[in-house]
């Protein structure tokens, strides 16, 4: 499993069982200390759901994200320098030219 992706509830509960039934972990496939993380929260929180605030603060809000999914799909020839800048003008927030693309 790559490490960008996230397990799901389902996942999570599944390993929870088979590790209180002391079962192997090899058919996950997850490396060690990923289990060990997860054992660990299970046994301080009696619970598998995420930390709140984990992971990077998102920038745009998803509103602004779609208004500027408009905007580049509005001007397909304009260059990713000129989205930053229009994307700044109308939100008032500078978004670095690598985001641009991505979206």
Request: positive net charge; charged residues 30%; hydrophobic residues 30%.
């Amino acid at each position: 499993m790559s490490h960008h992706q996230r397990l799901e509830d389902r996942m999570r509960w599944r390993i929870m069982e088979r590790l209180e039934a002391g079962q192997p972990q090899r058919e996950f496939h997850l490396t060690p200390s990923a289990v060990r993380k997860l054992w660990e929260q299970f046994q301080d929180t009696a619970s598998i759901d995420r930390k709140p605030g984990q992971g990077r603060p998102r920038a745009t809000t998803v509103r602004e994200d779609h208004n500027f999914s408009l905007l580049v799909r509005r001007n397909r020839g304009t260059t990713v320098p000129q989205l930053s800048w229009d994307l700044y003008a109308a939100t008032g927030k500078p978004v670095i030219r690598v985001t641009v693309p991505n979206d």
